[in-house]
């Protein structure tokens, strides 16, 4: 029977930093060590079209380790190749013990692995993406080059992200959200972490500085942290590689919690209205007006 193995998330929500941290943990015990054995392309493209020769490129190989980069999921292989995957909007990888009786619709590349498991990348919406990289030029890929600093990384500190939001006249939410600021944040921990560093969506980001980027730098680490502890968020049917529901949606202290009290603070939601919603640059963002300044 099949179990679905890593994210799904729909209404254009696109995985963060923790949901595909939880899919590299879910891949690495299957993957790991293993030699894939065939490698099916079933279709011509994604996003983008396939490499050329992307099935004779894997196949044979061993997987080194499968690690993580922003929202990029890289499983480096024996020979230096590298194959980068992103989840786009509704993919997800399917493990099983074994190949199914018949492949679904979206069922679009299948990794068969010496042990017998399978791993099958599911994308209803074609938004994701599948390309190939040597592990020495890894780091001038096209989608990966303009990164910014890993946010669980030892260099990301105060300074670090204060050194990388001067000059900007954006709003904090809208530099968080700029890839080449911080790699890997998306919508949601935006917001928690804005929210846990008290700090107004709105405040321009060059004005965060100081003790105010100390307070955001370890914010994000410290939320990004739990929701990985917690399995990633569930948005309608993210899934874990163990099948298992992430719980970090039940920890959310503003995100999606418009006109709830503002945990941690003493407003009277009578008066303040609890938490806010706004909309900014088309997405919504979460926060308290009394305690975020």
Same mark, same amino acid.
């Given at each position: 029977?099949?179990?679905?193995a890593?994210?799904t998330i729909?209404?254009?929500i696109m995985p ?7 899919v590299?943990? !879910?891949?690495a015990?299957? %993957?790991? +060590? =293993?030699?894939?054995?065939? $490698?099916?392309q *079933?279709?011509?493209n994604?996003r #983008?079209?396939?490499?050329? !020769?992307?099935c004779?490129? %894997?196949? +044979? =190989?061993r997987?080194e380790? $499968?690690?993580? *980069?922003?929202?990029?999921?890289? #499983?480096h292989?024996?020979d !230096?190749?590298?194959l980068?995957?992103h ?12 190949r199914?009786?018949a492949?679904?619709?979206?069922d679009h590349?299948?990794?068969e ?5 399978v ?9 994701g993406?599948?390309?190939?990289a ?19 990384g030892n ?5 670090v992200?204060?050194?990388?939001l001067?000059?900007r ?10 890839q080449?600021?911080?790699a ?9 972490a804005?929210?846990l560093?008290r700090?107004?969506p ?5 004005t965060?500085?100081?003790a ?7 914010a994000?680490r ?14 309608r049917?993210?899934?874990q590689?163990?099948g ?5 949606q039940?920890q ?9 009290p ?14 806010r919603?706004?909309?900014q ?8 007006p009394q305690r975020?300044?």
């Amino acid at each position: 029977m099949r179990q679905p193995a890593l994210p799904t998330i729909l209404l254009a929500i696109m995985p963060e930093l923790p949901e595909v941290e939880t899919v590299c943990r !879910g891949l690495a015990p299957h %993957l790991e +060590g =293993r030699t894939l054995v065939q $490698v099916l392309q *079933r279709r011509a493209n994604l996003r #983008v079209p396939f490499p050329d !020769g992307f099935c004779e490129r %894997l196949t +044979g =190989r061993r997987v080194e380790s $499968v690690r993580r *980069r922003a929202k990029y999921i890289l #499983v480096h292989l024996d020979d !230096g190749t590298v194959l980068i995957a992103h989840l786009g909007m509704s993919g997800r990888m399917i493990i099983t013990p074994e190949r199914p009786a018949a492949w679904g619709a979206h069922d679009h590349v299948v990794l068969e692995t010496d042990a017998g498991t399978v791993v099958t990348f599911n994308d209803a919406r074609r938004f994701g993406l599948m390309d190939l990289a040597m592990a020495e030029t890894l780091a001038e890929h096209p989608l990966l080059r303009a990164l910014g600093p890993e946010p669980l990384g030892n260099a990301f500190s105060g300074p670090v992200l204060a050194a990388r939001l001067a000059g900007r006249m954006t709003s904090i939410k809208a530099a968080l959200l700029d890839q080449s600021v911080v790699a890997g944040l998306g919508n949601i921990y935006v917001s928690e972490a804005l929210f846990l560093a008290r700090l107004s969506p709105t405040r321009i980001a060059a004005t965060v500085s100081g003790a105010k980027a100390e307070r955001l730098a370890a914010a994000i680490r410290a939320v990004l942290e739990r929701a990985i502890a917690a399995g990633g968020s569930s948005l309608r049917d993210y899934r874990q590689a163990s099948g298992e529901l992430g719980y970090f949606q039940h920890q959310f202290s503003v995100y999606d919690r418009e006109g709830a009290p503002c945990p941690g603070c003493s407003c009277d939601v009578a008066k303040t209205g609890g938490v806010r919603r706004i909309v900014q640059a088309g997405r919504s963002t979460f926060y308290c007006p009394q305690r975020q300044r």
